[in-house]
């Protein structure tokens, strides 16, 4: 029988994210092959998780980062079942080393972000690996990035609600930045400005308001107008560049930040949330 150290225990707690008892036992397990003993922690994660594949993984964190010279923005979603295993030190220290792949490697999409390297597994059999750990069925079920001249991410308190903004310039103080950052996660604009709104949704809007016009009583030749009207106040309401800006409701956002510099607009923005 190989003689298991402390220091052995610690070392495979690092790499793989399991509980000191479980890193012991895999350890005396392989009679102290470090690669074997990852192997078996591995095999326990995806027996875990096939008996759990019918559950629902609906909580979790969602958290967005940039890289340091703020030029590219990344933001994932990592599920679990309970608020207690998403409130874990060790799951959330999942999370960020997977949102640290995802800022140094630049993948394309979310399966592109799953097959990248992470301790001589992949991304995706990490997260499996960590089901045997806490139990539970866990999904990294979400990955989006932004590239932009500035872009600044934000993390509501609880790790629950992130929001990335891109924008046309950089170097204008951190401050302008994460005030559009909160804006977007306060008032949960669906587009940047008008002509960003895709036509179905504007399509849905215009026979949202027919049909309240049509109830309240209104001639069927007043619709289209009235129809166009609330389409109006959906724009001002729902798209980022014309919402009144909350720290400053007597200007709107692209007010604000024309006011800061001429030619400082939104590329683009991310917002996504758990259920809160």
């Known amino acids: 029988m190989a003689t298991i150290t402390a220091a052995d225990v610690a070392k495979l707690r690092r790499v793989t994210l ?15 092959n470090f690669d074997k003993a990852i192997e078996i922690i591995r095999k326990k994660g995806q027996a875990v998780a096939n008996k759990r594949a019918d559950k629902v993984a609906s909580e979790g964190v969602v958290l967005s980062k940039v890289t340091t010279n703020n030029k590219f923005g990344a933001m994932i979603v990592l599920n679990s079942e309970t608020d207690f295993v998403a409130e ?11 949102l640290d792949i995802a800022l140094a490697k630049n993948p394309a999409d979310l399966e592109s972000l799953k097959a990248l390297p992470f301790d ?41 609600l992130a929001t990335m903004v891109g924008f046309t310039k950089a170097g ?4 302008v930045y994460k005030d559009i950052a909160m804006q977007v996660a306060a008032m949960n604009p669906v587009a940047v400005d ?3 709104v895709p036509e179905s949704v504007i399509a849905q809007e215009i026979e949202i308001g027919k049909d309240q016009a049509r109830r309240d009583g209104k001639p069927e030749e007043m619709l289209e107008k009235i129809a166009q009207g609330k389409l109006g106040k959906f724009f001002k309401e729902s798209t980022l560049l014309n919402q009144e800006f909350v720290k400053d409701n007597k200007q709107t956002i692209g007010q604000y930040l024309k006011s800061v510099d001429k030619d400082l607009t939104v590329t683009a923005f991310i917002r996504f949330t758990l259920n809160l």
């Open 18 to 32: 399991a509980g000191m008892m479980d890193c012991k036992k895999a350890l005396e397990e392989s009679e102290g």
């Open 88 to 98: 874990n030190a060790d799951f959330l220290a999942l999370a960020n080393k997977i």
């Open 120 to 160: 001589k597994a992949t991304v995706g059999e990490k997260v499996i690996e960590f089901v045997g750990i806490v139990g539970e069925k866990l999904e990294l079920s979400y990955y989006e990035k932004i590239e932009a001249a500035h872009v600044q991410a934000y993390i509501h308190p609880g790790n629950r």
């Open 172 to 175: 204008l103080g951190v401050q």
């Open 194 to 196: 008008k002509a960003d």
